[in-house]
């Protein structure tokens, strides 16, 4: 199944930057080039939301919210997904989830707080 852990979070004022990693263990490189990853999101009191999805195929998405602010990538060599957050507003603060996606199912990481305010 390996591990992920994320990495990266913190306090940040309106207008910051931060950028997020998730390093994958115990996970051969083939497997972390197929699979689909994903940053996800939860603030209090609302739903996990999708933020962006990179690999599996299909490129990155994005949420419209996030559009033109973050950006997914991610190093093979190093089995790492970034999220590069830029422009960041209060709205934008919540737990950040990696996830992996496989045909067995979605596999999340510990996640990493991220809270934007001044």
């Known amino acids: 199944q390996g591990q992920i852990v994320e990495s990266g979070g913190g306090l940040v004022e309106p207008g910051g930057s931060l950028r997020l990693s998730c390093r994958a263990s115990?996970?051969?490189?083939?497997?972390?080039?197929?699979?689909?990853w994903g940053w996800y999101r939860q603030a209090p009191g609302n739903q996990r939301e999708l933020v962006a999805t990179?690999?599996?195929?299909?490129?990155?998405n994005y949420a419209d919210s996030v559009k033109g602010r973050f950006t997914i990538s991610k190093d093979n060599t190093r089995k790492t997904v970034y999220l590069q957050m830029n422009s960041l507003k209060p709205e934008d603060t919540a737990v950040y989830y990696c996830?992996?996606?496989?045909?067995?199912?979605?596999?999340w990481g510990q996640g990493t707080q991220v809270t934007v305010s001044s």
């Open positions: 990179i690999g599996g195929g299909a490129g990155s």
């Open positions: 115990r996970i051969i490189l083939s497997v972390f080039n197929e699979n689909t």
């Open positions: 996830s992996r996606q496989d045909a067995s199912g979605i596999f």
